[in-house]
């Protein structure tokens, strides 16, 4: 499991499908199609990031069945003291929602046999 570190503290980080929906619900993003625009300006930037961090510790808390020191996104944001140190999370979010949306190597075959 990747881990991140925030305000001097190494914490788990997990992105599974409830945790890609609510970073999606949190910024108000209704199709992946959005994702791109999403990161558009600092301050929204600073949004996405902080969801992302957010709730990727949060699922990563949840998979070793221990609770999430962060009551929302906003608690975690005040022991952030850099973007690099949160930016794990984007990256993290942004493979895990690659790999989830992936085609599946069988489906790809058949939709290239049916071509």
Known sequence: ???VTIGGKKHPLYFNMVAIERVMQGADVQNFDQLAQTGQGM???LAFARLCAFYGV???YK???E???YKDAEELAEEVTSLAEIT???NAF???VSTFFA???EEAQTQTEGN
């Open 1 to 3: 499991m990747t881990e």
């Open 43 to 45: 301050a929204n930037t």
């Open 58 to 60: 949060q699922a990563g």
């Open 63 to 65: 998979k070793i069945g």
């Open 67 to 69: 609770k999430c020191p």
């Open 88 to 90: 794990p999370a984007l």
């Open 94 to 96: 942004t493979e895990a």
């Open 103 to 105: 085609v599946a190597p």
